[in-house]
């Protein structure tokens, strides 16, 4: 069974950064695509980022290209977003999710493609 767990939210100046963590038991890493996304209460999920655990590959959003960095570790079977520069309207909860790949290159940046999801952690940036 597929579990992800988000962690490091938390409340920062504009300008700030954070490092989020999203800790995977039940994924077989080079099988999956991971992402990120956001979601802003009354307001539908956003994609923020993807990779595929197969060969690396990354997918963006416009609204946060050379500000965030998405990236795995095999080893500990985590994947991180490291956020930089942020913005008041970067606040949101953040969810970690994933799906079932059998081939390398850019994940799908759509929530539908998603099967399997954390509970969220909060990320306030105050200006």
């Known amino acids: 069974q597929v579990q992800l767990v988000e962690s490091g939210g938390g409340s920062v100046q504009a300008g700030g950064s954070l490092r989020l963590s999203c800790a995977a038991s039940?994924?077989?890493?080079?099988?999956?695509?991971m992402g990120w996304f956001q979601q802003v209460p009354g307001k539908e999920r956003e994609t923020v980022a993807g990779?595929?655990?197969?060969?690396?590959?990354?997918a963006y959003a416009d609204s946060v290209k050379g500000r965030f960095t998405i990236s795995q570790d095999n080893a500990k079977h985590t994947l991180y977003l490291e956020m930089n520069n942020l913005k008041a309207e970067d606040t949101a909860m953040y969810y970690c999710?994933?799906?079932?790949?059998?081939?390398?290159?850019?994940?799908?940046?759509?929530?539908?493609?998603?099967?399997?999801w954390g509970q969220g952690t909060q990320v306030t940036v105050s200006s």
């Open positions: 039940g994924v077989t890493y080079g099988d999956y695509c």
């Open positions: 999710a994933a799906y079932r790949v059998t081939s390398s290159g850019p994940c799908f940046l759509i929530e539908h493609y998603y099967d399997y």
């Open positions: 990779i595929n655990t197969v060969d690396d590959s990354t």
